[in-house]
């Protein structure tokens, strides 16, 4: 079987991991692993692990290493992730991106794409985002899945996060610059870093990361 192509993808909260992930896992045909996805199936379903992290989640704080380290060794052992995966929320940290090289082994990272978005274009973008509960398409406050709260794509309830509260977005932003930017020093240092002009229309950041991604041979 070919190698595992991983590919990491970061940025701060808003900066479009979630739309662009989607996207790419499409044209490169391996699966989009959102841990934010994973843990907020897990609160809605009420499982076990939900209930224990529902309240770190609405308060916009990390959860356990060892839990999402547990959830993702999981998810990489399902049939879709052999050929590979995009990587969005995971890693977060150094440690997490310890335990994510251990997990894979020898198919390591591939690419890590930073989402460059400025600050106060994503405390905007988030305070506006209305989300699906069901299947996650992702709306604004002034869309009319938003004002009906029925999702045009599944019919689920459409809803505001309650990590995007204001109080929760600076928590959040903050849990970033202290835990997650020092990983873009990480993959840097192995030669797997680039950037993402996160600040255009997504379908042009999309086109943007397609060219980047062929001229790593990927995709
Ligand atoms: P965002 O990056 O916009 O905060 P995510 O959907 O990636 O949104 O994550 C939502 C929440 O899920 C985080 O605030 C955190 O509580 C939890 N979470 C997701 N991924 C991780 C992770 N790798 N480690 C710890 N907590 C995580």
Redesign the pocket.
């Not at 969005?88 to 977060?92: A, E, L, S």
């Given at each position: 079987m070919s190698p595992r192509v991983i590919v990491v993808v970061l940025g701060k909260?808003?900066a479009g991991k979630g739309t662009q992930c989607k996207r790419l896992a499409q044209h490169l045909s391996i699966p989009h692993v959102?841990?934010?996805?994973i843990?907020r199936a897990a609160v809605r379903d009420r499982t076990a692990i939900g209930l224990e992290v529902a309240s770190?989640?609405d308060a916009?704080?990390?959860?356990s290493v060892d839990l999402?380290n547990r959830l993702v060794a999981a998810r990489f052992a399902e049939d879709d992730a052999q050929r590979g995966a995009l990587l969005?929320?995971?890693?977060?940290t150094e440690v997490?991106a310890g335990a994510l090289d251990a997990i894979l082994g020898d198919d390591g990272v591939k690419l890590c794409i930073n989402l460059d978005v400025p600050n106060d274009l994503v405390a905007a973008r988030l305070s506006s985002r209305r989300v699906c509960q069901e299947c996650g398409a992702i709306y604004r406050d002034s869309d009319i899945e938003a004002i009906s709260g029925t999702c045009s794509v599944c019919g689920g309830d459409v809803i505001q996060r309650a990590?995007d509260l204001p109080d929760a977005i600076l928590q959040?932003l903050e849990v970033y610059e202290r835990d997650t930017a020092p990983l873009l020093a990480f993959y840097d240092q192995r030669g797997l870093l680039v950037r993402g002009d996160g600040d255009q229309d997504p379908q042009e950041v999309t086109a943007d990361i397609r060219e980047t991604l062929l001229e790593r041979g990927i995709g």
């Open positions: 909260q808003g959102s841990t934010g996805d843990l770190t989640l916009g704080q990390l959860v999402v969005d929320g995971f890693p977060r997490q990590d959040r």
